[in-house]
């Protein structure tokens, strides 16, 4: 069942661009939103997290805004550089029982 | 801190033939969880281990697929026998706190 929605499936932007990513989301009962960055070959690495207390989380050039009413969250990357090229997951999660639900995975490219 | 260790890292095995995966968590992390990934999709979760207890394995096809987490650090995860369609990526991860979660690099394996 996937409980998570994620677009684009894949996603090409000029360098200095901003890419955005949006995720929604069904069960209400989700209270953590992160987002992953995956480069081929390795596993998932922790970008950025969000909880539905708030609607905006920036660290550095990566921001989350969160729309708890529309059960949707988008991931914005600024300035976007060739080495941020990577597939990004968004996932969901309830804090009782850790039980992570992927996004299926969005392929940025940022040419140079 | 290391981070999370699999291995192998690769695997080619013809189809009906065991197969055993091999995670070592960051240490202190009483969670690990096994996630299944195909490839262009989000990462799936067969099993999750609190400690030395499996306290989510749902999604794991228990007619082939088997998981323990003996002393509750090191993890195993075994498929026998194997079928084709479970040529993907099996990636394990930890966590100490809630919703935070580390991943390894992955075992692909293919099976013939």
């Known amino acids: 069942q996937q409980q998570v929605k994620q677009s684009p499936q894949s996603l090409i932007v000029q360098k200095g661009g901003i890419s955005i990513i949006n995720c929604a989301y069904e069960?209400?009962?989700?209270?953590?939103f992160p987002w992953y960055q995956q480069f081929p070959g390795k596993g998932p690495a922790l970008l950025i997290a969000?909880?539905?207390?708030?609607s905006e989380k920036k660290e550095g050039r990566f921001t989350i805004s969160f729309n708890k009413s529309a059960k949707q969250f988008s991931l914005h990357i600024m300035d976007s550089q060739p080495g941020d090229s990577a597939t990004y997951f968004c996932?969901?999660?309830?804090?009782?029982?850790?039980?992570?639900?992927f996004g299926a995975g969005t392929r940025l490219t940022v040419k140079p | 801190e290391a981070g999370v260790v699999q291995s192998p890292r690769y695997k080619i095995i013809e189809k009906k033939q065991p197969v055993a995966f091999w995670c070592n968590p960051i240490?202190?992390?009483?969670?690990l969880y096994w996630y299944l990934q195909n490839l262009g999709q989000g990462p799936e979760l067969l099993i999750r281990y609190e400690n030395e207890e499996a306290v989510d394995d749902s999604q794991l096809p228990k007619d082939r697929f088997s998981a323990e987490r003996l002393k509750g650090v090191d993890s195993t995860l075994k498929i026998q026998p194997a079928e084709l369609g479970d040529s993907a990526v099996y990636l394990c991860?930890?966590?100490?706190?809630?919703?935070?979660?580390?991943f390894g690099p992955g075992t692909r394996l293919t099976v013939l």
């Open positions: 969000i909880r539905p207390d708030v």
């Open positions: 991860a930890s966590s100490a706190t809630q919703n935070e979660q580390f």
């Open positions: 069960n209400t009962a989700f209270d953590y």
């Open positions: 240490s202190g992390h009483n969670t």
């Open positions: 996932a969901a999660s309830m804090e009782y029982n850790n039980d992570m639900r």
